[in-house]
């Protein structure tokens, strides 16, 4: 995990001059989403909250106060669910596109209204009823966030921001047939940057 968010920063610091690119920004999640899925030994589908569910994010953005906004950022996602029935690993890697809304409060301060579509390679560990399967797949994923964010200097400088927002992503594997895993819900994030 360490080596590919260190090359994702290394991508980011070499584009970063780049006269289109405003802000590096490095963004947590913490999700409650829930999930949809068939363990193969159970066979009925069920419907579960994610014991742990957390996201780390490292994206290039440009943002223009009261215009049209985009960011492209990497994403890597680890989730986790247990109980007595089956036990359940989810990490995906990949990436997001944002397109979002700035609004200005003051000179330091904005609200952005956020919108994505992701794509990640997900790997799956599913455990139950004796049995142990595992499978790599593709996930889309899609959502909103509003977020509140504080530069020093609205020029450049350090940036923090919090918000908040809400997901859907679906992937479909091979464990004992096709089987498919949903997700929905809330999340919440935090974010630390520089604006060049």
Known sequence: MHRSLSCLLLVGLAVASAPAVDDLRLTYHKGSEDFTFAPPSIG?????NWDDSTRYEIGLWNVVIGRSSWGIAGIKHEADFSDERFTLEYESMGGRLYFAQAYAFSQSLQLEFQ???GWSRTEVDVRGG???HEDNSWMYEYGVIAEVVFCSN???GLLVGAGGGYLFSESDFEIDGDREIGQEGWGFCGTVGWRF
């Open 44 to 48: 009925d589908e069920v419907e579960k």
């Open 115 to 117: 919108s994505f579509l």
């Open 130 to 132: 004796g049995e142990s």
């Open 154 to 156: 609205p020029r450049s």
